[in-house]
C-alpha cells in the first residue's frame, strides 16, 4: 500500500495564498463604472437667441464673449460649438466641466452656438442653436444674419407641380439694428451663383415658387441685405424629377364636353374648362349635387392665361331662357365668364353653393340671382356688370330676392352699371331672411353700359321690400361701398327687417342713405361709416346709430381721402380674384376720421377702427 504523500507546510502555505489571490482578482470590485443614460438637453443662457451680445474686454478686432447654459440632467461634460456665419469657421471647447465660458471672438459677424451634452456612454445629446451678433465699431451697421435654407432639404429629390417647385428660407424681417431685411434667391443649374432674374431680388417675403425643368439638379442660396451689408446662406441642392400636374379631373374644351361632363358629374370630381369661347343657344341646367365634403367643381384651367365664356348671345331675351339654372348643391364654380343671356346669367335655387371669380355681363335680367329656397351660398369675387332688359326696366347686378332662402353671403363682390340695382334684396312669398354682404362695391347703378341713365330705379344696396311692404330681410352690410349710383346707395324700400352697416362707405348717390319713415326697419344700427357730401335719411323704429362721419362734431371733406375717383374701383382684380388696390376713399394721415370708430369685431389698425370701409 502507497504512502501518502507529505506536502510540506511552507508548500501548503503558497497555495493558499495564490488560490486567494485569485479569487480576489476575479471580482469586478474596482472595474469602472460607466454611465450609459442619453444626456438630457441643456438650455442656453447666454447670448440670447437672436439679439447682439454684451461683449467683455476687446483685444484688437477680437472680443470675449461670456457663454452660459443650465445643467442637462445625466451630463457629466459638455462640447461649446460656435460658428460664424459668414466665414464657416467653427470654434469648439470639448470636455467643459462647466456650465459657462468665455470665448474671444471676431468682432462684427452673426454666429450660432449650442452645447452638446455628454457622459461616459455613446449617446450624446445636442441643444437647440441660437444665433447671435458680435457688435463692430462702435457705430458700425451689423451684418444681417443669413438666411436657414428650409425647403428643398439639401439633397433631395422633388417632383415639380405644374413645372414649379417652392423655395422656403427662414429669416428674421429686420436685423439686429432694426433695418428691414430683403432676400436675393439665386437658383440655377450651374452653381447656385449664376445672376437671378429681376423678380427674384428685394423679395420681403421668405418663399418664392420658380419655374424648373424636370430630371435636372439645381443650386440654391438666398443672399440677405439690410442696404449696406449682405450675409450669404449655405447653397443647397437639390434633383426634380417627372413634372406632374395639379389638375386632377377631366378636361373639356368644347361647348358639348362642358355639356357632358355637367350631365355625367358625379360627387368629388373637377371639371376643368381650357380657356375661350364656347357658344351656347340653350340653357345650361345643374341637377345633379355634390356633398359637404365632395363638392363637384366647374373650373377653369389653371395653366390656361385666357378665361373660359359661356357665350349666350344667340338666345332671344326670354324669361325661361337663363344662362345657367343651378338647382343642385354643393357645387363650386370658378372663373367663369357668363355673357348675354336671354335672362338670369346665373339663376341659383340650390343650397351651399360656392361662386367664385366669375363674371356676369349684358344679361337680359339680373347677373346673378339666388330664388326659390336658395339658401347658405356663398357668391365670392364674382362681379356683374351691363346688364340690362330691352324694356329698360329690369336687370339688377345681383338679387338675393323673391323666395329666396336665409344664410346668403356675397363676398369681395363689385355690381356696376346694371340697368335697375347693384343689389336687390325684394322678397315675395318668403320672409325672416337674412342676407350678409362683406366687402361689395355698388358702383354706377342706374346708368347703362355707354353711362346714360337706364330708368330702372338706380340704386346700390336695396335692402328689401315687398309687394304688402311687411316682410323682413334682414340685411348685414360690412366694409361695403355704394358709389356714384343713380339714386339711394343703401335703400329700404320698405322692408320691415333689421338692417346693420359696419364700416360703409357712401358718395354721390342720388341720396347715400334712403332709410324712411314710411313702413320703416324693425331697427337699423349704422356705426363706423362714412358719408361724404349729404347724409340723407335715417330712420327705423329702433336706431343705434354712433360712431359716424357725420357726428360728435366730426367735418368730412374731400381733404379727408386721397382720391375721390371712383374709375379706378371697376378695374383689373388681382391674380387670385380678390379685390384690386384702390386709393378711392383711403384716408389722408391727416383726417379726423382716423380712429374714430368703435369695436363691432372687424379688424382694426391703432387704438380704435376708422370711419369707413378702408383703415388707413
Not at 434667391?185 to 449664376?194: E, I, K, N
Not at 314710411?518 to 356705426?527: A, D, F, G, R, V
Not at 389698425?605 to 370711419?611: I, T, V
Amino acid at each position: 500500500m502507497k504512502k501518502p504523500i507529505n506536502i510540506p507546510y511552507f508548500k501548503l502555505l503558497l497555495i493558499i495564498i495564490m488560490g486567494a489571490i485569485m479569487v480576489s482578482c476575479s471580482k469586478d470590485d474596482d472595474a469602472e463604472v460607466i454611465n450609459d443614460t442619453v444626456p438630457g438637453v441643456a438650455s442656453l443662457v447666454l447670448p440670447e437667441k437672436n439679439t447682439e451680445c454684451e461683449v467683455g474686454a476687446v483685444v484688437a478686432n477680437m472680443a470675449e464673449v461670456a457663454f452660459e447654459w443650465s445643467e442637462a440632467s445625466d451630463a457629466e461634460r459638455y462640447d461649446l460649438v460656435i460658428t460664424n456665419l459668414v466665414t464657416q469657421e467653427v470654434t469648439q471647447r470639448p470636455n467643459l466641466n462647466t456650465t459657462s465660458l468665455v470665448v474671444r471672438l471676431e468682432r462684427g459677424n452673426p454666429y450660432t452656438w449650442k452645447v452638446i451634452s455628454k457622459n461616459d456612454g455613446e449617446e450624446t445629446t445636442a441643444s437647440e442653436s441660437y444665433r447671435f451678433y458680435v457688435a463692430g465699431v462702435p457705430g458700425s451697421n451689423n451684418v444681417p444674419f443669413p438666411a436657414t435654407l428650409v425647403s428643398p432639404a439639401s439633397g433631395v429629390m422633388v417632383s415639380p407641380v405644374d413645372g414649379k417647385v417652392t423655395l422656403q428660407w427662414d429669416a428674421a424681417s429686420t436685423d439686429t439694428d432694426g433695418d428691414p431685411l430683403t432676400y436675393t434667391l439665386y437658383a440655377d443649374t450651374v452653381d447656385g451663383d449664376q445672376e437671378p432674374p429681376e423678380e427674384w431680388t428685394g423679395l420681403t417675403e421668405t418663399s418664392i415658387e420658380i419655374e424648373v425643368e424636370p430630371n435636372s439638379i439645381y443650386y440654391w442660396h438666398v443672399e440677405t441685405t439690410d442696404g449696406k451689408n449682405t450675409a450669404i446662406s449655405n447653397t443647397f441642392s437639390f434633383r426634380t424629377g417627372e413634372n406632374t400636374s395639379s389638375i386632377q379631373g377631366e378636361v373639356v374644351s368644347t361647348s358639348q364636353e362642358i355639356l357632358d361632363a355637367i350631365a355625367a358629374a358625379m360627387p368629388g370630381e373637377n371639371i376643368y374648362i381650357r380657356g375661350g369661347e364656347y357658344t351656347f343657344d340653350s340653357t345650361i341646367k345643374i341637377n345633379t349635387s355634390g356633398s359637404a365634403s365632395n363638392m363637384i367643381s366647374l373650373l377653369a384651367h389653371p395653366e390656361d392665361d385666357s378665361r373660359p365664356k359661356f357665350d349666350f348671345s344667340s338666345m332671344s331675351e326670354n324669361s325661361s331662357n337663363r344662362g345657367i339654372e343651378l338647382e343642385a348643391s354643393y357645387w363650386h364654380i370658378k372663373g367663369i365668364d357668363v355673357f348675354k343671356a336671354g335672362d338670369n346669367g346665373m339663376l341659383i335655387t340650390g343650397n351651399n353653393n360656392i361662386i367664385e371669380f366669375s363674371t356676369f355681363s349684358e344679361c337680359s335680367d339680373t347677373g346673378l340671382q339666388l330664388d326659390n329656397g336658395a339658401a347658405n351660398n356663398t357668391i365670392l369675387n364674382c362681379d356683374s356688370f351691363f346688364n340690362a332688359d330691352s324694356s329698360l326696366e329690369n336687370a339688377d347686378g345681383f338679387a338675393a330676392k323673391l323666395e329666396v332662402g336665409t344664410g346668403n353671403k356675397f363676398i369681395g363682390c363689385r355690381a356696376w352699371r346694371n340697368l335697375d340695382d347693384g343689389w336687390d334684396g325684394y322678397l315675395r312669398n318668403n320672409d325672416n331672411v337674412t342676407t350678409t354682404y362683406e366687402n361689395c362695391w355698388a358702383i354706377e347703378n342706374g346708368y347703362l353700359k355707354d353711362g346714360s341713365p337706364s330708368g330702372g330705379d338706380g340704386n346700390g344696396f336695396k335692402t328689401g321690400g315687398s309687394d304688402n311692404k311687411d316682410l323682413k330681410h334682414d340685411a348685414i352690410y360690412m366694409n361695403c361701398l355704394a358709389v356714384g349710383n343713380a339714386s339711394d346707395g343703401f335703400d329700404h324700400n320698405s322692408n320691415r327687417g333689421e338692417v346693420t352697416l359696419y364700416n360703409c362707405s357712401a358718395y354721390d348717390n342720388g341720396r347715400n342713405y334712403a332709410f324712411g319713415n314710411t313702413n320703416p326697419l324693425e331697427k337699423l344700427t349704422i356705426k363706423n361709416s362714412n358719408v361724404l357730401g349729404e347724409v340723407g335719411s335715417i330712420d327705423a323704429t329702433t336706431l343705434d346709430v354712433t360712431n359716424n362721419s357725420w357726428m360728435d362734431g366730426i367735418e368730412t371733406t374731400f381733404e379727408d381721402f386721397e382720391s375721390i375717383d371712383y374709375e379706378e374701383l371697376t378695374g383689373p382684380r388681382k391674380e387670385d380674384g380678390s379685390l384690386p388696390d384702390v386709393s378711392f376713399f383711403h384716408l389722408t394721415p391727416s383726417s379726423d376720421l382716423i380712429d374714430k370708430g368703435v369695436d363691432v369685431g372687424l379688424p382694426f389698425n391703432g387704438s380704435a377702427p376708422d370711419l369707413g370701409a378702408f383703415e388707413y
